[in-house]
């Protein structure tokens, strides 16, 4: 392999890789928070071109620990993509002390390279490392919040989140140690040679089963969710939305790595997914009917969808592995269309109340029909990504005969166009009353833009992205 060739395939990382080591010297001066964040839009930008740049690579790097493909790189794509429209949301990190606003660059550039290098790792000590770059960031930027009058929920929250996260990547830990001890190898090519004769034993199906809990905390399936909905309401609006979604694209993808070392016709694996589904499904959705904070609808929200993206992987085929990618990857959009009209409605960084949404539609207009785009396609409504993305699922479950978890898909489909709806009243159709106007500067305008036509584009045209997906699949 060529040093261009090698230069080529591994551009995304070297650019957000450089770009964290720039950023870590800006924060080491003074008066740097504008150069900063400059650096950091620059460093996003330029990372979502190398991604682009590098879809039609194929390599396998450090002596066959890192693969190089059409499936890593366009995750690399929409997990680069994600962080720009991270940062042009965030605005001025108005929550965020001053004093600290470049190393919160520096720490979210680290844990978005984290992921980039998680989708590419098909060797378990690299794929280990990977996940664990992409983690520590985040219990930083969850504390990193400033603290407000008699609040010290952002401590609360990183502890929690901190605590949570080094006991699944324990539990994670062990599994993984099974696997190796049965299979004498630390590549998931070489798992999935060797477990073949090996995999109905209860060994093989207890550290498959433990391997997957890392990546259920991850997504905040249940019963692996409790840290979800506080570590949503005590972290800044900016850090909850990173949290809310690019860290669920990586799970999802090192999860179709994972139960591809499951033969295709076993029953026990899938069983315990579907069970966990639709945990995750019932328990998110009923207690987000009751919610009255928006981060904390969300957080709830996102558990149920947790339980929506494992509905595919019942299937334990390309089909359902593709539906599972494509939702999860609409859902990046979706969310993120959540959490820019939070970030703009809050007053000085603060959470946002349900009935401060009173009166959007006249406050900012644009904001209001990107937050009811983005709850239209949360609920699952046509013709939007949330629509096609929960058909693709359902009938991959359907195809395997899985039955009563597509009822129970379609039951809480139902319940959750509840809450979501209930967003928009408050929006569309309750009185400004003496809430302010919100102006919005142009990139505001183009992020909003963006988000809604990524939501529709890709509800618009699935089979089309589906067709890519399912092409670039191949086992670990």
């Known amino acids: 392999m060529t040093f261009s060739s090698f230069l080529l395939a591994f551009l995304p990382e070297l650019a957000l890789l450089v770009g964290a080591l720039v950023l870590f010297v800006i924060s080491l001066g003074e008066e740097r928070v504008d150069r900063a964040r400059s650096a950091a839009l620059l460093v996003a930008a330029a990372a979502a071109v190398a991604s682009a740049l590098g879809l039609g690579q194929q390599a396998l790097l450090f002596d066959g620990a890192y693969r190089i493909d059409a499936f890593s790189q366009w995750l690399k794509l929409a997990l680069t993509v994600g962080f720009l429209l991270i940062l042009l949301a965030s605005r001025e990190l108005p929550d965020i002390r001053r004093d600290v606003k470049p190393e919160y660059y520096f720490f979210l550039a680290l844990s978005v390279c984290g992921l980039v290098m998680l989708v590419s790792c098909v060797e378990v000590i690299t794929l280990v490392v990977a996940l664990e770059l992409s983690a520590f960031p985040l219990y930083f930027l969850v504390a990193m919040r400033r603290e407000r009058a008699g609040q010290r929920s952002q401590m609360e929250a990183a502890i929690k989140y901190i605590m949570f996260g080094i006991a699944a990547n324990g539990i994670m830990l062990f599994g993984l140690s099974y696997l190796f001890g049965l299979t004498g190898t630390t590549s998931l090519q070489g798992m999935a040679a060797q477990l073949g004769p090996v995999l109905q034993s209860p060994l093989a199906m207890v550290g498959l089963g433990l391997t997957c809990v890392g990546l259920f905390y991850k997504l905040a399936v249940f019963p692996f969710h409790f840290w979800t909905p506080d570590v949503y309401q005590g972290a800044s609006n900016e850090t909850a939305s990173l ?29 315990l997914i579907a069970l966990l589904a639709g945990a995750s499904m ?20 996102g558990i149920a969808h947790a339980g929506y993206a494992l509905v595919g992987f019942v299937a334990l085929d390309t089909a359902g592995y593709t539906a599972a990618l494509y939702y999860i990857v609409g859902y990046l959009f979706m969310v993120l269309a959540g959490f820019v009209v939070i970030s703009h409605v809050s007053r000085d960084g603060a959470n946002v109340a349900l009935e401060e949404l009173a009166g959007l539609h006249r406050r900012a207009p644009l904001l209001a029909l990107t937050l009811v785009v983005g709850m239209f396609a949360l609920a699952g409504l046509p013709p939007f990504v949330g629509f096609f993305g929960k058909l693709a699922l359902l009938k ?26 209930a967003v928009v009243r408050e929006a ?44 670039s699949l191949s086992p670990p």
Do not use: M
Request: aromatic share 8%; net charge positive.
């Open 243 to 271: 949290v809310a979604s690019l860290p669920k694209v990586g799970a999802v993808a090192v999860l179709v790595r994972f139960t591809s070392l499951a033969a295709p016709d076993d029953r026990t694996l899938p069983g």
């Open 428 to 471: 569309c159709f309750r009185d400004p009353g003496d809430q302010r106007a919100i102006p919005l500067c142009w990139s505001a305008r183009t992020l909003c833009g963006l988000l809604i036509a990524g939501i529709l584009l890709l509800g618009v045209g699935p089979a089309r992205v589906l067709e890519t997906i399912a092409g």
């Open 282 to 301: 019932f328990y998110g959705n009923l207690i987000a009917l009751q919610q009255k904070d928006l981060k904390r609808l969300l957080g709830f929200s």
């Open 396 to 421: 991959a479950a359907l195809a395997k005969g899985y039955l009563a978890l597509v009822i129970v898909t379609v039951i809480n489909a139902a319940i959750a166009v509840y809450y979501y709806l």
